[in-house]
């Protein structure tokens, strides 16, 4: 937070291996270099991600980065997003591990750290204000850096999955059957809570959803997910993010890909404030290949069919029985019963 508007400085530096020639001008360097900033404190994973604006111009130059911010005064938060781009052919062998240096320099106290999947569950209450104008993101601060805060524990998980040629069902559409063969999740909690689920896919660019279900049992195409809380909406390639404010008990986690057919391996991180108890939900397929009924038009019941001269069916005994004496009983002295005697619909007005 800054009582005045601040600039920042950002300054991206690669190492060279130990064997690195000592004329860099010997060979042409093999990355170039960028640095790519957004408001807010929250991780970006695509350009395309609704809650992340990219206000300045991005430049790849090689060996070096840097970026000038002008910060109005205020609480500001930004992500700086590093990138390298090879300059080799895409046949070549993949670059070799590169290490790099980050460094901030500003008018007014600032800091660096890493960003957040969920700041609301891995932001913690209160955090140190820095005093240092340098930090170094090398895992050593500069002389005079404070340390921030410890972050307030929370639920992790991560843990790793693959979609087989049997059970990448696609996308969840009511008229795409095979969505009920994608593997599925449920998820435990014992309190509502808010629970930030994230799938990503490294081996194939294809389309990635999301969708969470609140029976906590295998889902099929015709039901209805939960709204998320945050997130994108639609299909984002490589990663897709969701918040979800889930209540107490069981739910059911879906990542998909757009596609039906997708053979790939998948990485899900599941973070919540409490624990969550995450299981699979293995795949039972059907006796029938019948689809499930649509509850929305439900079938009319059956009725008996009417015979073809349209009078009903005579009873099993189609005489009536026998009235004692053959006569109907006499009635007390020859009166009408009080109406409320009567059975009903044989009131004497309606002879």
Same mark, same amino acid.
């Given at each position: 937070t800054a009582a005045v508007d601040m600039v920042v400085w950002l300054v991206l530096l690669q190492h060279y291996p130990?064997?690195?020639?000592?004329?860099?001008?010997? @060979?042409?360097?093999?990355?170039?270099? @960028?640095?790519?900033?957004?408001?807010?404190?929250?991780?970006?994973?695509?350009?395309?991600?609704?809650?992340?604006?990219?206000?300045?111009k991005v430049s790849y130059t090689p060996r070096y980065a840097s970026l000038r911010l002008t910060c109005p005064r205020g609480e500001q938060a930004f992500v700086i997003v590093l990138t390298a781009v090879s300059t080799t052919a895409k046949s070549s062998p993949p670059h070799p591990p590169m290490g790099y240096?980050?460094?901030?320099?500003?008018?007014?106290?600032?800091?660096?750290?890493?960003?957040?999947?969920?700041?609301?569950?891995?932001?913690?209450?209160?955090?140190?204000?820095?005093?240092?104008?340098?930090v170094?993101?090398?895992?050593?601060?500069?002389p005079g850096a404070a340390s921030a805060t410890a972050v307030a524990p929370f639920f992790s998980k991560t843990f790793r999955y693959k979609w087989?040629?049997?059970?990448?069902?696609? @996308?969840?559409?009511?008229?795409?059957a095979s969505f009920r063969t994608n593997p599925m999740f449920r998820l435990d909690s014992d309190v509502a809570q808010?629970?930030?689920?994230?799938?990503?896919?490294?081996?194939?660019?294809?389309a990635l959803g999301m969708h969470v279900f609140a029976s906590g049992e295998r889902a099929h195409e015709k039901e209805a997910d939960l709204t998320p809380h945050a997130g994108p909406t639609g299909y984002r390639s490589h990663v897709i993010w969701r918040e979800y404010n889930l209540q107490g008990g069981s739910s059911t986690l879906v990542p998909v890909c757009h596609d039906a057919g997708v053979v790939a391996e998948f990485t899900m991180t599941v973070k919540a404030r409490r624990e969550v108890r995450i299981s699979s939900l293995p795949y039972r397929p059907l006796?029938?290949?019948?689809?499930?009924?649509?509850?929305?038009?439900?079938?009319?019941?059956?009725?008996?069919?009417?015979p073809a001269n349209g009078q009903l069916p005579p009873p099993a005994n189609s005489q009536l029985p026998p009235l004692t004496n053959g006569q109907l009983p006499p009635l007390p002295n020859g009166q009408l019963l009080p109406p409320s005697s009567y059975p009903m619909g044989m009131h004497p007005g309606y002879c």
């Open positions: 130990p064997d690195a020639p000592s004329n860099e001008n010997v @060979a042409a360097p093999s990355l170039k270099l @960028a640095l790519h900033t957004f408001k807010g404190n929250r991780k970006a994973y695509n350009m395309a991600d609704d809650h992340l604006k990219c206000p300045w240096t980050l460094t901030s320099y500003s008018t007014e106290p600032a800091a660096l750290y890493p960003a957040y999947d969920c700041p609301s569950i891995e932001m913690p209450a209160a955090e140190t204000h820095h005093t240092a104008s340098a170094a993101m090398t895992g050593t601060s500069t087989t040629s049997e059970s990448a069902g696609g @996308a969840h559409d009511p008229e795409n808010r629970v930030f689920v994230k799938a990503r896919c490294d081996s194939h660019a294809d006796q029938d290949t019948a689809t499930l009924p649509d509850i929305t038009h439900p079938t009319p019941p059956t009725h008996p069919t009417a």
